[in-house]
């Protein structure tokens, strides 16, 4: 808020400094993640906090694509802390602004990555049904990733699902 109690649009960090928040913030969610069942409760709150903050810092200086990994991490977050409602509410975020656009410039990679990610978030919720559903998309979507160590860091992460 302004000195005038209303809301100002003028940016608070300089772009450079903003990147580097979001990327900060984006590299802590990942540690905590990485924690997995060792993770505290207060971890669990601070990693849940630092996705959407992440995802914030992004939609101020990136693009569609910074966009859509947001809402897949936050609902990956979401996901590892139980919250299944909220992980399926961002994972279909993720894959409504990825379907939004006719965007050739997106990664190839990014479909499956968003299939897999609403397969996780379906799990959370307790919907196996749909969760299979996202990861045979998901698996499908493999055959357009161009690169190798990109597929398989997807393929990877489908294998952690328990379906």
Same mark, same amino acid.
């Given at each position: 808020?302004?000195?005038?109690?209303?809301?100002?649009?003028?940016?608070?960090?300089?772009?450079?400094?903003?990147?580097?928040?979001?990327?900060?913030?984006?590299?802590?969610?990942?540690?905590?993640?990485?924690?997995?069942?060792?993770?505290?409760?207060?971890?669990?709150?601070?990693?849940?906090?630092?996705?959407?903050?992440?995802?914030?810092?992004?939609?101020?200086?990136?693009?569609?694509?910074?966009?859509?990994?947001?809402?897949?991490?936050?609902?990956?977050?979401?996901?590892?802390?139980?919250?299944? +409602?909220?992980?399926?509410?961002?994972?279909?975020?993720? *894959?409504?602004?990825?379907?939004?656009?006719?965007? +050739?410039?997106?990664?190839?990679?990014?479909?499956?990555?968003?299939? +897999?990610?609403?397969?996780?978030?379906?799990?959370?919720?307790?919907?196996?049904?749909?969760?299979? *559903?996202?990861?045979?998309?998901?698996?499908?979507?493999?055959?357009?990733?161009?690169?190798?160590?990109?597929?398989?860091?997807?393929?990877?992460?489908?294998?952690?699902?328990?379906?």
């Amino acid at each position: 808020m302004g000195d005038d109690g209303g809301m100002s649009d003028e940016p608070i960090l300089d772009p450079a400094t903003q990147r580097r928040v979001a990327a900060h913030l984006y590299n802590r969610t990942w540690d905590l993640l990485d924690l997995g069942d060792q993770r505290t409760e207060a971890q669990t709150h601070e990693m849940v906090d630092a996705a959407h903050a992440s995802a914030w810092h992004w939609a101020q200086i990136g693009g569609l694509e910074q966009a859509i990994v947001g809402e897949w991490m936050i609902s990956r977050v979401h996901a590892s802390a139980g919250h299944g +409602e909220a992980a399926v509410l961002h994972a279909q975020r993720a *894959f409504t602004l990825l379907h939004s656009t006719g965007d +050739e410039s997106l990664p190839d990679w990014l479909e499956a990555s968003v299939q +897999e990610g609403l397969a996780r978030a379906h799990l959370a919720a307790g919907d196996r049904d749909a969760a299979e *559903f996202a990861a045979h998309a998901a698996t499908d979507a493999l055959e357009k990733i161009a690169d190798d160590d990109d597929r398989a860091l997807v393929r990877g992460q489908l294998a952690e699902l328990s379906l």
